[in-house]
């Protein structure tokens, strides 16, 4: 897979903010879309504290390498995808989540059956869908045109 362009790509749908916020779900968050724990340095500091960019991209970084890794989790032959679905499976878990993209199960069987129309169906079945609708359709679309359906 590109890492490079998922990186770009991520960066484009989460933004980056080189200072602690809280992100839509009231959590405190820096960077490009890094939820803060309490194994980071930033824990407990207060909103609108600054981060460096080294540290934003240091975060950014190991968080891509985990999305990955949870991709695999979830789909264990994830490197046998298209690259275009790779690359959509691993924003979404990047957003989501494991635990929440991993009970995306019918999405889960169309992709496993490479039914790239069915998945992009799936993904807008969805609670994350109505929450996120622009970015959503976007990945849905992408996932859609993978068969050219």
Not at 25 to 41: A, R, V
Not at 49 to 57: A, I
């Amino acid at each position: 897979m590109e890492i490079d362009k998922l990186r770009l790509e991520i960066e484009a749908d989460e933004g980056k903010i080189n200072r602690i916020y809280k992100c839509s779900l009231d959590h405190e968050t820096f960077g490009i879309g890094h939820l803060i724990t309490q194994d980071d340095p930033e824990y407990g500091q207060p909103i609108g504290t600054e981060v460096s960019s080294t540290r934003v991209h240091e975060a950014f970084e190991h968080d891509v390498a985990v999305v990955i890794n949870d991709c695999i989790k979830i789909y264990p032959n994830f490197y046998d995808f298209p690259e275009e679905a790779q690359r959509i499976i691993a924003n979404m878990c990047f957003q989501l989540g494991r635990p929440r993209l991993s009970a995306f199960s019918n999405m889960r069987d169309a992709v496993l059956n490479s039914n790239w129309l069915e998945a992009s169906v799936q993904m807008l079945d969805s609670r994350w869908a109505k929450q996120t609708p622009n970015r959503a359709n976007r990945l849905a679309d992408r996932m859609r045109a993978i068969d050219g359906s």
